[in-house]
């Protein structure tokens, strides 16, 4: 497996490797700055494709923050792979995500962000939002970049297959229409429509994010806060009620 890098925002560099196996892409997001933040680490098993990878665009020891939305072998698989060649590496992640995860599992401790909490890397802005269940798992957050308007939205605009790095036009109705096909496959439901979703969305459709960074398939550059809200939508149609809404007799 090999990498494709694309610069999606300044010094934002989404890293994409292709896995045959599940026939979508994983991506993780490196911000090159002081402090270098990485969104995702891989899987363990991807961890030296990922490492060669970031290693063309900073030097992995001096790799500071290690992100990502919830405890998932992609997410965050590879943590403690990294914290093995990064000396001053450090996770960060949601209170639940500390307590619950990282404390056991990572061999460094985590710093645990609070809701809205900024993390300062030098030129970015980085604001954490706890977001539980969204797009699932009870420890989940997001990363929005407050200097580049850049959201790290983890699993949200889930596409499959090998698509173009980024595009400007369609990412919602993309995202819908995968959304409506895995209702019949054994994936169906990996977020779970709560009283809280909408207010999930609709607080990250007020960031108004120019980009959206997407973990499987292509990035957005656009009008984000548009594509969070028809996001939103299709989420109540289709997951707030049995069967996506079809009628059943
Ligand atoms: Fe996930
Ligand atoms: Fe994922």
Known sequence: MQSTITEIAPDTYRISTFHPDFGIQFNQFLIKDDEPFLMHTGFKRMFQTTLDAVSSIIAPADLRWIGFSHFEPD???????????????????????????????????????????ILEIGRHRLRFLATPHVPHGWDAGLYFDET????????????????????????ADLARDVMQASLNGPLARDMPYTAFTDDVFQRLAALEPTTLAIMHGSSYRGDGRKAILDLAVSARDLLSKPNGGRETT
Not at 148 to 171: A, N, R
Request: hydrophobic residues 40%.
């Open 148 to 171: 580049e308007k850049t959201l790290l939205c983890s699993d949200l605009f889930f596409q499959p297959g090998d698509p173009v790095p980024l595009i400007e036009s369609g990412i």
């Open 75 to 117: 997410e965050c698989g590879a943590l403690n792979e990294w914290h093995g060649v990064a000396p001053r590496s450090q996770a960060v992640c949601s209170v639940v995500g500390a307590m619950v995860c990282l404390n056991d599992y990572a061999d460094r401790a985590p710093r645990a962000l609070a809701d809205g909490e």
